[in-house]
């Protein structure tokens, strides 16, 4: 069993606060306070090694440690910059979306901290095109703080300026890469860029940069204010504290759920609802689309990076996509690999090419038209693309799929030897409606 | 750039992307949004006004619109619906309910209703599987849309652009009715 849920929520906070995302609301509420406590100890070096004693890893994908990803800054004058990346499209993903539009404030205060612990004048959420009702709460809750002093010169009154912007994507996943995303926020096509220079270095206008996620940034404010041992309360010692997952797929009830970071799978799903009555887990993506599948043998796993790692898959960015035995395998994989067929940025030969062929591959089985030796090629095209491109894309295009043929290579196999899908065509209509 | 040849609102919006963003080529993405609401598509006068009036080549503007796919420069229904296809949304009857909607409206997922009022679209996980499945009109999300409750997109009042633009030619509009 994992640690227990604490009585309230630290970042989905309109969950327990009604209105939340208004400035009069959030201050009621404590807001603010953890900025203007920073400011006042005015110790910016202090919240960097706050940030590395606390454990805090990147909530986007990676999970690298964010005060040490601070830290790569050098150390020569030049004016940092932050840039939230808010561009969240990992299929299975949602949270980003409910924290920003839930709970704005929260953002800015944890913005402005960081911005002030690294040094950055200036900061960018770039929010995903689709978000319209998150970019308009956010440029709302922006602007509320500029009028009350919270943004611009003299933030709060102390010796501290910062300007925020926000920029609107326009409907590309690769975008949620970093360096893509940079390209796109300097007004070009989101084409990864070469590594190195890493932003740290030469990012945003070839500025220093750090580049980090909504939901990271987020327990800034709460860190500030409670400490790194709070945090550590929660999880295990190398991914402490509490994570936002969001669970979709075949659960009774859909949604974001912040717990600790020692719970397992199972616990997840049935803070879910469970699956629907009748039927039993089969596969779970534990961290969005990208990663490896696992079999419900494998329930008991805990979702903290290490033992996610070692079971196979990666916690990603949290999405956790709940399959039960309704689900045509086949059909999954399928419809995941045109997920990045169509995203792929075309850049390099591996990704653009080989997810078309997968694809192919793909839509044949499931119609009953493959081959045994397709088996083959699937797997030869995805060593083919996997590490063999410039950024993380090409990768996340085979992980499911390679796990699929690994757990449940007889389901492949029934499509090839029954020439149909043995669970029919149209399985999932009935489904959580 | 010139003083008259564009509209006075998209002289202002490419005056205030410009003053908004510190780098002046970051003030090409706001701008297309803005003609985008306003228009619901990106005609080509639009796209040589962004040249213009942010001191870009047409080129380089081509080449962020057709990377974008939110930035569309074929002709576009006043009211665009975005049906999430998604793994979440799959498992949830999505394709039946883009089935109904191609029945319904008699055109397939790509175009655009003779008329002009709908362009049908399936969108790329819109991160909102947990109103699978879940779609957007005009960018305002709905959820979950049971497949036989498909005539809701289509009803929901959403905001429309204000001075939408029509295909130019009858040529375009029987290609926009193709897709």
Sequence with gaps: MGSALPNRHYLLRQRDVADVHQLAVYREHGGYTALQQALQANQPDQLVELAKASGLRGRGGAGFPTGMKWSFLPKDGRARVLVINADEGEPGTFKDRELIEGNPHQLIEGMIITCFAIGAPESYVYIRGEFLHGYERLTAAIREAEEAGILGEHVMGYDFSHRMFVYRGAGAYICGEETALLESLEGKRGNPRSKPPFPAVAGLYGRPTVVNNVETIMNLPPLVLEGADWYRQWGTEKSPGLKVMSVSGHVNRPGNYEVPLDWTLAELIEAAGGVRTGHAVKAVIPGGSSMPCMPASQLDTPIDYESLVQAGSMLGSGGCIVMDDSTCIVRAVARVVRFYRNESCGKCTPCREGTYWLTDIMDRLERGDGEMRDLDTLLDVSDNINGKAFCALGDAAVGFLVSALKHFREEFVEHITGQRCPLGARQYDTVNH | ?179
């Excluded at chain 2, 701008?31 to 598509?41: A, D, E, I, N, Y």
């Excluded at chain 2, 870009?56 to 074929?74: G, N």
Aim: proline share 8%; net charge negative; aromatic share 6%.
């Design chain 2, 1 to 179: 750039m010139s003083e008259h040849k564009w509209p006075a609102e998209w002289q202002e919006w490419a005056e205030a992307s410009r003053a908004t963003f510190p780098n002046a080529q970051s003030s090409l993405m706001p701008f297309l949004h803005r003609v985008r609401t306003q228009r619901g598509w990106l005609p080509p006068e639009a796209l040589d006004a962004a040249a213009d009036l942010l001191g870009m080549t047409r080129q380089h503007v081509d080449s962020v619109v057709s990377f974008y796919t939110l930035f569309r420069s074929e002709a576009t229904g006043r009211r665009t619906v975005h049906v999430c296809l998604g793994l979440s949304c799959m498992m949830a009857g999505a394709d039946t309910l883009m089935e109904n909607l191609e029945q319904d409206l008699g055109i397939a997922e790509g175009q655009t209703t003779r008329d002009g009022a709908v362009t049908l679209l399936e969108a790329e996980c819109l991160a909102a599987c947990d109103l699978a499945p879940a779609c957007q009109v005009n960018l305002v999300y709905r959820g979950p849309v049971a497949p036989e409750a498909y005539r809701e997109l289509l009803e929901m009042p959403v905001p429309e652009p204000d001075a939408w633009a029509p295909p130019t030619t009858p040529e375009a509009r029987e290609a926009t009715h193709r897709g």
